[in-house]
């Protein structure tokens, strides 16, 4: 019951912060901002518009935008939000779940290709690339966790017998971890170091660029999915910095959730304070962050 | 208080990776700023050093003083009046750096573990580490082609040896009149570095190493 | 007190940077008869040590503070033309940083603390730095930088290598405070891997600062940039400082069993020494890079002689004091002749019997020196090592250490004759003058003297260092 009320919050309140991004990014500019619910309204307007569909597109162009939300929603159920033991689990979970948002990502870029339009084709080919990348750091890390814990599923790692937290022994590798995880949430996210949410030229665009072609429904989901992959980030960084106890129930909701919107808090000021890499820049950043990892998981040698 | 240091000495790691991988020589100065802190601070924390006078807390106060904020500001004005912003070709690359970088905490990871040594238990990371500080300072010299990133690789030598220093070292073998002397020769180093960098830049309108190729046999 | 000896000159150096320009040549003679006066005091046994942690009165550091104290008086002597000739006297850095330069040298021969002495050897990186920087063209700045980041990074290894002998005494858990004279009591129970990984490090860096092939790269171009006396200095003096530190730590390894790793180490690099100094002298067209060369050469050779040990180190220690003589003796020489002709390339030059005879002289008698002939003393010092070569069973080594001598002879010797004898129309800028002519003279002289008596004080000074690791004059 618990974990049922606690993915239930985590659907409903993921277009929450996005909106708070948005918010600190206005702030820091001096301006007033959107308000909080910005992405609940506009999710609303896509939801109430139809969707024009290209003649030159077939049905894999509709199918992108379901599978990739649909894995954003999977992967929250295999999470343990707030410590809270997840809906389901099996040993293993982790490398299923990773592979299941790649097939969200490999059918938003067959979407993209289908269109036909070599900004899209442009924009697929980065984003399969950086994400290529960003997966060794991903791989890297659980490699890292399974040295420490023994474990291959997420709701083992903060939940289990042993759960990863800074405190214990070897915590101090997590200082890499969560820095390398920080740098594949912005890679993964298309945040802005690596690419630009609110850029206006399509040459410079990663993500967006994808996109242009849906309309309606279909681009109300594809939104929704990437909340929910932000999320998944954002509540994975947050039980590292701040591990929870199982035991508190959904007492922890309420510490969850305010580190969590410290992420996003941060996610906001770097945006503010960097400004975006050149794209030959950008797989140095990730590769950077695999480095990292890889780093962390040598050193346990040096523990163990 | 063991993981405390352990973390200390991660972020000193963390700061020797990014070192090799900034191109931006501000940035790089700012890192030489918190490692230079770190590496002062850590001594304090060791259990070995606990027993530590007042004379020992002047003494690490002065350090992290020099270190931390002294030093970087040096390397800051000097910096200002060459005005140049970053090293541009470096001999090696920044990403073949950071595979050099996971090589060297790769080999000293191995070193340490070979070396067997009767260091204070739990304390095995700091080998490592000021291992990985000096390998990394010694890359930074060779791979870089601006003088003053190679004073900067030099600093990043000096932390990793003081770090085998204090954290090898008995405290009793630690007298710190001479802890002293040797600050101020770093110091001094530093300045005199400066002021060289100061006039290579006037004469040569840059400093690039390569520049400096008139004695040769 | 005996640190008297370094703190006058590091206070006086001080001061001089200071007061305005016309009183620093003052300053720097009147402090030169005063450090010698304090150094003959010392060696008389007046001045007790104050601070007898830090330092202490050894044998080979009286030793070589009597040479660099004699080295310098003689070397300020010369200054005071040399300085208003070539303008130096404007400013206060030369005569600022030469008495640092002295002060830190006097600190370097005193201490008995192994951080100490590194702190020391260090900061006569940094004062002498200013010095080769003298003349602010293009090639005197890449000189100092080279000098001073060689010889930081190497002398940061150094460091490295005392806290592993420090580590070395923590792992045998003996409860000793750290300095040479306690290292030197209980060698044996130290922990011999430590040891040996310290010594290596030590070689290494206090190698860079002495000159030892292959770390020598900085030593030809900061020699041929300074202005000529403090090339003498540097030469004369300063190698020879950075030498003791590898000479104590090599004391403690022959007490601790471990003679024969350390010395063959010493051999090595002293062989590859004079090697690499050989093949560069050949075909040298500048001549104070030419001595900068010999001067390696001779580092090489005096690190031979103690690696070889018994009858070579008394060779040795003998050749390291004349060498400073002659080689110092040399560079005052080169710098007559750079003042007379502005010019350091050799072929430029000819005809110095016609145009300066006397400076031919002390110029062409230093060569005979340094060549190792006679009636100087390198000639004794060189064949001292030879035969402690063959007695110890190093045949090989001494075969190829002869190889090496003829071959710098017959370089030098070619350049040598050219320059002297050549023909070659001159105009002569600056004439000789008796107080650049008399210093090189007194110090050549002073190595013919030492050959045909020695004080016996000296003598058994050198008794005394070499005795403690095996060395001996009796076969």
Partial sequence: ?304 | MKNINDMIMVVILLSVLLSLASSRLITLIKIMAVQGFLVSLLPLLLEHHSSMGSGGLIFFQVMILTKGILIPVLLYVALKRIAIQREIEPIIGYHASLFAGLIIILLSVFITDRLHLAVPSGQELILTTAITTMSAGFFLMMGRKKAITQVIGYLMLENGIFLIGTALIKHFHTVYMVEFGLLLDLLVGVMVMGIILHNINHAFDDIDTDLLNRLKD | MLELIFILPMLTGLVTLAVPPYLGRGVLLVTAILHFQLTIMAWLGKLPVYAERFFSETPEGMLVLLVTSFIFLCIACYSMRYMEETGLSNGTVFPGCMLLFLGTMSMVTLADHPIVLWIAIEATTLVSAPLIFLHHSKEALEATWKYVLICSVGIALALLGCFFITLSIDIAEIEISLSFTFLNQVATQLDPMWLKVGFIFVVIGFGTKMGLAPMHTWLPDAHSQAPCPASALLSGALLNCAFLGIYKVHTVMYLAGLGEFSGNILIGFGLLSMFVAGVFILRQPDYKRLLAYSSIENMGIIAFGVGIGGFALYGAILHMIHHSLIKSSLFLSAGNIHLGFDTKIINRIGGLIKYFPKTFLSFFAGFVGISGLPPFGIFISELFILIGAFQTGHPVSAILFMLSMLLVLAGAAQIFTNMSFGVREHEVLVRENVLRIVPPYILLLASITLCVWMPSAMYTAIMNTIKIIGGTIHG
């Fill in chain 1, 1 to 304: 019951m618990e974990s049922l009320v606690s993915i239930g919050i985590a659907l409903l309140s993921a277009p929450l912060f996005p909106g708070i991004i948005l918010k600190v990014k206005a702030l820091f500019a001096g301006k007033k901002g959107p308000p909080l619910l910005i992405k609940y309204y506009t999710l609303l307007k896509l939801l109430r518009k139809g969707s024009v569909y290209s003649s030159t597109t077939t049905f894999v162009f509709k199918l992108g935008p379901l599978v990739s939300c649909a894995g954003g929603i999977m992967i929250l159920l295999f999470f343990p939000l707030a410590a809270v033991v997840p809906v389901l689990s099996f040993h293993g979970d982790v490398l299923v779940l990773f592979y299941i948002m790649a097939t969200g990502r490999f059918f938003t870029i067959a979407a993209a290709l289908d269109t036909g339009s070599p900004f899209q084709g442009m924009g697929a080919a980065r984003e399969a690339f950086f994400g290529t990348l960003a997966e060794a750091s991903i791989f890297a890390i659980l490699i890292l966790f399974y040295r420490m814990t023994g474990a291959l599923s997420f709701g083992e790692y903060f939940t289990g017998a042993t759960p990863i937290s800074l405190t214990g022994p070897s915590g101090a590798l997590l200082l890499l971890v969560i820095v390398a995880l920080f740098m594949v949430l912005l890679t993964e996210n298309s945040r802005v170091p690596v690419d630009d949410p609110a850029t206006h030229l399509e040459l410079t665009m990663i993500h967006e660029v994808m996109i242009l072609d849906h309309s309606g429904p279909d681009l109300a989901l594809i939104e929704l999915g990437s909340f929910y992959k932000l999320y998944f980030y954002a509540a994975f960084l947050t039980l590292i910095v701040c591990p929870l106890n199982p035991a508190g129930g959904l007492l922890n909701l309420p510490i969850f959730y305010g580190v969590l919107v410290l992420i996003y808090v941060t996610i906001g000021l770097v945006e503010s304070t960097m400004a975006r890499f050149q794209m030959s820049l950008v797989p140095k950043f990730v590769l950077a962050s695999s480095i990292l990892v890889v780093f962390a998981a040598i050193l346990t040698m040096g523990f163990i």
